[in-house]
């Protein structure tokens, strides 16, 4: 996908990533700090930091970070977000082109967005950003899609009315994870987490994604009606939930 459709797919979705995106596990920072020594004393590039939901938990651990992020919509929402930390700096960027200097920063993560990047490019930038012996954090919310009656009606609407989804889906694009950090080792960690919604958090859910139409696309209403029926179907006490896996991988860049 040409890096300016990556950029762009989210712009007109910024509200409802804000309101309905999944955050990040405490599991994953503490993860990060057993197994690299992540200290509130290293520096952070936090590469399509987006709207800033991973990049506050590496605020809130002390940290100062770099929120690398080409989208002007989402980097907006992030500055406003984010705008108690004096320890954050926003900046147009991507992660081919992040404008930070030469080893520069002691960790690079990316949350929810690497699957957007050329890995090639982004990989060569990342080791020249990185102190010697830094380290690259990769996560990803995975939704799961087969465990309740719920998920697997909602896996089958994106099927069937997602414009990409098929393409873009995350369970295809982690599998390549090991091109950004070959030929170095790099280790895995899972962990599980859910949301529950009512239906307007289900809507605002589906919205955020950038595979859903739009408004004006002529699946939209349809879209929006099986949405309505599968969650009037299965919705418990008017609440449904999705679950995650969250998969972290990391490794020092060589």
Same mark, same amino acid.
């Given at each position: 996908?040409?890096?300016?459709?990556?950029?762009?797919?989210?712009?007109?979705?910024?509200?409802?990533?804000?309101?309905?995106?999944?955050?990040?596990?405490?599991?994953?920072?503490?993860?990060?700090?057993?197994?690299?020594?992540?200290?509130?004393?290293?520096?952070?590039?936090?590469?399509?930091?987006?709207?800033?939901?991973?990049?506050?938990?590496?605020?809130?651990?002390?940290?100062?970070?770099?929120?690398?992020?080409?989208?002007?919509?989402?980097?907006?929402?992030?500055?406003?977000?984010?705008?108690?930390?004096?320890?954050?700096?926003?900046?147009?960027?991507?992660?081919?082109?992040?404008?930070?200097?030469?080893?520069?920063?002691?960790?690079?993560?990316?949350?929810?967005?690497?699957?957007?990047?050329?890995?090639?490019?982004? &990989?060569?930038?990342?080791?020249?950003? !990185?102190?010697? =012996?830094?380290?690259? +954090?990769?996560?990803?919310? $995975? #939704?799961? %899609? *087969?465990?309740?009656?719920?998920? &697997?009606?909602?896996?089958?609407?994106? !099927?069937?009315? =997602?414009?990409?989804? +098929?393409?873009?889906?995350? $369970? #295809?694009? %982690? *599998?390549?994870?090991?091109?950004?950090?070959?030929?170095?080792?790099?280790?895995?960690?899972?962990?599980?987490?859910?949301?529950?919604?009512?239906?307007?958090?289900?809507?605002?859910?589906?919205?955020?994604?950038?595979?859903?139409?739009?408004?004006?696309?002529?699946?939209?209403?349809?879209?929006?009606?099986?949405?309505?029926r599968i969650f009037d179907q299965h919705a418990v006490g008017g609440q449904a939930t999705f679950e995650y896996k969250t998969r972290?991988y990391f490794g020092r860049l060589s």
């Open positions: 996908m040409p890096a300016s459709n990556a950029t762009s797919r989210f712009s007109d979705r910024v509200a409802n990533y804000v309101l309905y995106r999944p955050g990040y596990p405490p599991q994953a920072l503490q993860a990060l700090q057993t197994e690299c020594g992540l200290a509130p004393n290293h520096v952070i590039a936090d590469i399509a930091s987006g709207t800033g939901i991973w990049t506050r938990l590496l605020l809130e651990n002390g940290n100062a970070v770099f929120g690398v992020e080409p989208n002007a919509e989402m980097r907006e929402a992030g500055e406003r977000l984010l705008q108690a930390f004096p320890n954050f700096t926003s900046l147009a960027g991507t992660a081919e082109a992040t404008t930070l200097a030469s080893q520069s920063v002691d960790f690079v993560t990316a949350a929810q967005a690497a699957h957007w990047f050329d890995r090639a490019r982004s &990989r060569r930038e990342f080791v020249r950003i !990185l102190k010697p =012996g830094g380290w690259l +954090a990769l996560l990803w919310n $995975e #939704r799961v %899609t *087969d465990t309740t009656p719920f998920l &697997r009606d909602y896996e089958q609407l994106l !099927l069937t009315y =997602g414009t990409d989804y +098929a393409e873009v889906r995350h $369970e #295809r694009t %982690t *599998d390549a994870v090991n091109e950004f950090f070959d030929p170095a080792p790099y280790q895995e960690r899972t962990f599980a987490m859910r949301q529950e919604f009512d239906y307007a958090g289900i809507e605002g859910r589906l919205l955020s994604s950038s595979y859903a139409p739009g408004p004006d696309h002529p699946q939209y209403a349809p879209m929006l009606r099986e949405l309505r972290l």
